[in-house]
Nanobody, 127 residues
Framework: VQTAESGGGLVQPGGSLSLSCAAS?????????MGWFRQAPGKEREGVAV???????QYAESVKGRFTISKDNTKKILYLQMVSLEPDDAAVYYC?????????????????????WGQGTQVTVSS
């Protein structure tokens, strides 16, 4: 599967932004575990949110209550809705996917568990 992110940009602190990820696959997205990772300059890669084959979700503590992950299995699109953005949310956001999902708790901390990565989209949070 190939993934392509869109929706990044510049937003002020406290603002909102929605990211999308279009997946190119012959299969329905229901069979994939998908998620969003991010990486800021000088910082380690961080799992932000994942959604499994039964639409169970897992979030990083830093984004709980502010970010929402969802996917449209038929349209083959993954979403990340972000509100109350903070300067620390600024990063390149990557859409990731893998066939099947052992557990959302396990994979959100392990980017290497995902076989497919997009090119990333930049999110800048600044006034």
């Amino acid at each position: 599967v190939q993934t392509a992110e869109s929706g990044g940009g510049l937003v002020q602190p406290g603002g909102s932004l929605s990211l999308s990820c279009a997946a190119s696959t012959r299969n329905n997205l229901r069979s994939y575990c998908m998620g969003w990772f991010r990486q800021a300059p000088g910082k380690e890669r961080e799992g932000v949110a994942v959604i499994d084959t039964r639409d169970n979700t897992q979030y990083a503590e830093s984004v709980k209550g502010r970010f929402t992950i969802s996917k449209d299995n038929t349209k083959k699109i993954l979403y990340l809705q972000m509100v109350s953005l903070e300067p620390d949310d600024a990063a390149v956001y990557y859409c990731v996917a893998r066939w099947g999902c052992p557990s959302t708790e396990a994979v959100i901390t392990d980017g290497d568990a995902f076989s497919y990565w997009g090119q990333g989209t930049q999110v800048t949070v600044s006034s």
